[in-house]
């Protein structure tokens, strides 16, 4: 017998990379503990300062340096939890 699953049409959430999603979660998780869990909900005029984040850490890459010196983790993973905060912010406001 075989099983069933009915899947077609859902979010493939297998295809996130996984190294690259440990990273953003390992960047989160300092975030979390220098700060305090979902923090970045409440930090004010959220647009203009995670926009400038994301771009600063990818200017860095840019420049040459791939890991930020303060948590020595991969830029391009700070970029995306900054990123991540916005998406999601916009996204709840559709909701």
């Known amino acids: 017998m075989e099983g069933k699953k009915y899947d077609k049409g859902k979010p493939m959430f ?3 990379p996984p190294l690259a999603e440990l990273e953003v979660a390992k ?7 220098k700060y305090a869990p979902d923090n970045w909900r409440y930090v004010n005029d959220h647009f203009s300062r995670y926009l400038s984040a994301a771009r600063r850490h990818i200017n860095m890459v840019q ?12 830029h391009y993973a700070h970029a995306i939890c900054c990123l991540m905060f916005l998406l999601e912010i916009e996204l709840e406001k559709r909701r």
């Open 63 to 74: 420049l040459g340096e791939t890991h930020d010196p303060e948590t020595d983790m991969h």
């Open 27 to 33: 960047v989160l998780t300092y975030g979390a503990e």
């Open 14 to 16: 297998a295809l996130i």
